[in-house]
């Protein structure tokens, strides 16, 4: 966790590191553009000032010339204090590697020793031309190459206009000096100058809508700066233009025209400074421009550094809040762990009571807030058991005592019972009833419920439930099969109920059953004959208490077939136990009946004739109209009492 939050905050800091330079890298590469820009201004006005004296110069080697070159004067301190102002001097300024370009003083000696020869009858015009023009082209390289140096794109347009505009003048005032010498001498001397004019014309028209193709500044600018000149200044030079590029072809086409030449020289030498002020005013722009970034990077730069800062100093902070969140969501963690752990575990409990109370498949459906209906069973087999002698123990015996035997009992029938398809009902008291068939019906419920209740009785032999150290714990149990009624009785605590006369006759069965015996009704008889995988012997009625059509379930079979030695010895052991039997009183007594029927069952009397069939055992009086031992009403009020019991004996 700590990790993944030193991750993001060393990716912050990173960036910010990384934006401070970037920024700085961006403040320096302005700031390196703006003093090329500089340069370049200052290049072009030396540009500039060597055009003029060479015009000049030129002048004064055609026929207008003054008596002195005292004029040409100022335009040489001009031009020197232009070179002296350059910030810095290139030794790579010419690339044939002159040495009149290696540095200033070269050059400033290189135009004196030129200054100084310069005299009419010495020097030629063509020569003084080609001298300033080859000294222009290689500063006006050098000013191209500190543009270039230049990578900010926001104005790189301008950029361009602005060398295209210098190249333009540059062609202009080759195109003055041409012109001049046209009109003073009437002429070309050669079809070479002619050639030079016309493209010098063109090139300067080429770079002139270059340059207004990059910025719409330079048609605003020229327009206003040809205003400002007046005598519709263009107008003039074209028509000077025309009559040098039709009407010459030779030295002796056109007279020697002084005034004309004088007119020529004034109006190129306006139309000149115009051109200056484009290029001066697109480089001030281009300075503006990058003033304004240079500003806002500043601004960042000021920015960045303080987010940087911030950063730095939050990071011990943020690490040592992260490490103690971290740990206190680790300690909540570890209680979450325990509580889920403790709430599994209730939860697990939970359901181990509701599955006791109600089947597991329809306490699922709950939980799903589905609704259950009542569901009717065409066949089931119930099983009801009790503790012989129950009552008479709980008398005898502690209520401690009694607990920790019931206890250690029902533990010892539930594991036992897990092994088996069948669903506990009720554990009341000594009590303890099962079904099988329901809620997941089955074929062999009743072989399921046989076999269980011999697994049971075998249990209590072999365990020997002891309680009071002397009285050892016998069971009676009753199985009958018959259809039933389930379903869910009850909403805060709900319980799984089974109803019907089934349920009635299994308690039936119960009562009449002996320690440690297994009796059965013949509904069931006939299911576990069927299956051919019991023993079971009809009882035998040797007192008119007995109910007609019970059945002794005595062993389970092997391979389904009894054989002799089984057959006697069942035969010998049943009849030793019913003459055991017959020497024991009889009469079912309040103790030895269950809890859950003592009050709602009545007892048989002796002049009652009982028969069973599959599914319910009636009571026929043999004219001696006796009320119950347990309830003094009438056969009536018993009947309603039995259906009571139906409902009660979950």
Known sequence: MLCLTVLPVLGVWSYSVYMLSDTISLKSENEATRKSLEYSVELGKLVHHLQKERDMSVLYLSALRPETKTFLLAEYVATDRAITKLPVWPGDLDKLDRTEFSTRANLVQYLNRRRQSLTPSEVDIQDEIDFYTRIIKVVIEWLYDSINESKFAVVWKTLVAYQKMTSAKEDVGVERALGTMFYANGGFENHQYYQMYYSRVHNFRAFYKTAQLYSDRVRLLYSFGVSEAGNNVTDIIDSFRYEIL???????STAPDLQKARWWFDNMTMYLDTLLD?????????????????????TDLAVSATLLVVVILMCPFVIYMTEYVT?????????????????????????TLLYQMIPKPIANQLKHNKSIKPEYYKTVTVLASDVYGFYQMSLECSALQVVELLNT???????????????KLETLNDCYMAVSGLPDRNKHHAVEVATFALNLVELISKRQFIINENRIV????????????????????????????????????????????????????????????????????????????????????????PTKTDASD???????????????????????????????LPMHNDDEEEECDENHCEVKDNGKNRKSPLEKKDTKELGQIMDESQLNLM
């Open 246 to 252: 039709h009407n010459t072809k030779d030295a002796n």
């Open 278 to 298: 484009v290029q001066q005013d697109l480089g001030e722009e281009i300075l503006a421009i990058l003033d304004y970034f240079i500003e806002k990077v500043q």
């Open 327 to 351: 740990s206190v969501f680790h300690k909540y963690a570890l209680t979450l762990i325990e509580k889920t752990k403790e709430l599994t575990k209730e939860k697990h409990t939970i359901d």
């Open 409 to 423: 009992l029902y533990d010892a029938i539930d594991e036992l019972s897990n092994s088996f398809d069948m669903y």
């Open 474 to 561: 016998q069971v009676r149990i009753g199985i009958n099969t018959g259809p039933c009624m389930a379903g869910i009785v009850g909403s805060m605590l709900p319980r799984f109920c089974v109803v019907g006369e089934t349920v009635n006759l299994t308690a039936r069965m119960m009562f009449n059953s002996s320690a440690n015996r297994i009796n059965v009704s013949k509904a069931t008889y006939a299911s576990l004959a069927k299956s051919g995988q019991f023993l079971l012997k009809k009882r035998i009625n040797s007192q008119s208490k007995t109910p007609k059509n019970m059945y002794w379930l005595i062993k389970k079979l092997e391979n389904g077939l």
């Open 570 to 600: 069942s035969e010998s052991e049943d009849s030793a136990r019913f003459e055991r039997e017959e020497d024991e009183k009889d009469d079912l007594e309040l103790a030895d009946i269950p809890f859950p029927f003592r009050q709602r």
